[in-house]
């Protein structure tokens, strides 16, 4: 017996309603609540199904037994690294990322990576034909017979093809375009997604498989369809980049079976993704050195340090409101340090517009970074380039004082590692550690004294 029904649902948390709402009760946020119409056909509602083979029992805590989740360590090292150390057997992995940026690629190639080892491999493909893929796999080189290509979208002939193939990793590209014939709203839809989804976590997990689904991302940098979805699944990677760039960073966003934080860098080549095993050397390649307005930090990705280089622009401003503009560090925090640089320095910084750019498009969310920013913001302000050997970490504190920071040795080392001869470092960060050899150490505990050492009229 179906009934038709229609509510209203939030996007970004799921609150159901009655009526359409502007504001969305549930997280208070805008323009979130679309219209589903969904067909239900299920018995009773409230009346919990009990079914003996999932039953489970309540046991005393001190009795289970720990046992490391069972990973499959793929040959490409990144991928296991941003994972946690392998793909987790019965796992649900979110990959997210703007169209073209490489998701079908990167999972085709592990697809392959896994197949070659024997491992089988069913990728099922809502967007693009047998063909299509039979055509990028060519392209990539990929032989196997152990990998399935299937082109579908309804989620029902996925579980009785997963029964017939028995594979051990499984592809689902893309949760925008699969359909649980169940539910009849549009693919891509708030119930859409989420029954699919829920479906299949309950295809990872029974089966003992993993399962990689692709989300597209919008506009804004969200995966499309509910945020729900981030919620549901075990692990949510997202795959960005610059179009008009060659790399590609590979995030985790949220790791049930490992940490967050962690990157992957590769590179978009003609025979597809290479892992970048020595990231700093790629970002810094293109630096331009002697520049006024460049610096390099050394911030830690996860349990990598990586050197970056941020550049600012300061010009005079020809309207009223100066314009403050950063890509890739938090607009507040610049915001801030150009304050304190005003407070503290005396620098006249309100009619300047300024542009703070993190080179290579990667993100920096970590408070180390503060030191090379400011430092960088000076350097254009008084038109004068620090030393290209000399590498900026701390961070900044209301008044103007240079703070601890954390994993100090291995940032330095990196620095080291890559040839720069000197290291602005917090002065509360020396001792208990050996400098490695080649670089200077300066231990600084004010940006006055950092900023001196290197401008020579300050
Ligand atoms: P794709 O994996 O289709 O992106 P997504 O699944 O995220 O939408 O990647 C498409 C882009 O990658 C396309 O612009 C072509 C480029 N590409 C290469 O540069 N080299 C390759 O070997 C392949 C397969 C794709
Ligand atoms: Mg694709």
Redesign the pocket.
């Known amino acids: 017996m179906a009934k038709k029904k229609t509510k209203f649902m939030c996007n970004d948390c799921g609150y159901e309603s009655a009526k359409w709402m502007g504001r969305c009760p549930g997280c208070g946020n805008w323009n979130t609540m679309v219209e589903e119409v969904e067909v239900v056909s299920k018995g009773p509602r409230g009346a919990f199904q009990h079914s003996s083979s999932t039953t489970q029992k309540a046991v005393p805590l001190i009795n289970v037994e720990t046992m490391e989740e069972s990973r499959i360590v793929t040959d490409m090292g990144e991928l296991n690294r941003v994972l946690g150390g392998g793909i987790v057997q019965g796992s649900l992995v979110l990959i997210g ?1 703007d ?7 990167l999972l085709l190639q592990v697809s392959a990576l896994l197949s070659n080892k024997g491992q089988r491999v069913l990728y099922m493909s809502g967007e693009e034909s047998v063909r299509q893929t039979k055509l ?1 796999a060519e ?2 080189g990929v032989k196997s017979e152990e990998l399935f290509i299937y082109s579908e979208t309804n989620l029902e002939f996925l579980n009785n093809t997963i029964e017939e193939v028995q594979p051990k990793f499984v592809v689902v590209d893309s949760i925008q375009t699969v359909h649980h014939p169940e539910v009849t709203s549009a693919p891509g839809s708030v119930s859409q997604v989420r029954e699919c989804t829920a479906e299949l976590m309950r295809i990872a997990k029974t089966k003992n498989i993993a399962i990689f689904l ?1 989300g597209h991302v919008t506009k804004e940098g969200q995966i499309a369809g509910p945020r729900i979805l981030e919620h549901m699944v075990d692990t949510v990677l997202y795959f960005e980049g610059e179009r008009h760039h060659n790399h590609r960073i590979l995030r985790s966003q949220k790791n049930r079976f490992g940490s967050t934080n962690e990157i992957a860098i590769f590179e ?5 993704l290479k892992e970048v095993l020595n990231p700093s050397e790629m970002f810094l390649q293109e630096r331009s050195q002697g520049a006024p307005g460049s610096t390099i930090v050394a911030s830690m990705e996860g349990t990598r340090p990586i050197l970056v280089e941020i550049q600012s622009l300061v010009t005079p401003t020809s309207f009223n409101y100066p314009k403050r503009m950063a890509t890739g560090v938090d607009q507040n925090r610049v915001q801030l340090l150009m304050a304190v640089l005003e407070k503290r320095m005396g620098m006249m910084l309100q009619a300047q517009d300024a542009y703070i750019k993190v080179a290579g498009g990667v993100k920096l969310d970590e408070p180390a970074i503060d030191l090379a920013v400011l430092t960088s913001i000076v350097s254009s302000f008084k038109d004068q380039a620090v030393r290209g050997t000399d590498v900026f970490i701390g961070e900044v504190g209301l008044t103007g004082e240079v703070r601890r920071v954390s994993r100090i040795e291995q940032r330095v080392q990196e620095a080291a590692k890559l040839g720069f001869k000197r290291a602005f470092i917090p002065a509360s960060n020396i001792g208990g550690w050996d400098f490695p050899e080649g670089i200077q150490v300066v231990g600084v505990d004010t940006i006055g004294e950092s900023l001196r050492g290197c401008f020579n009229d300050i």
């Open positions: 990322g169209p073209g940026i490489g998701k079908s690629t990028r392209r990539l692709v978009m080549l003609q025979g597809g």
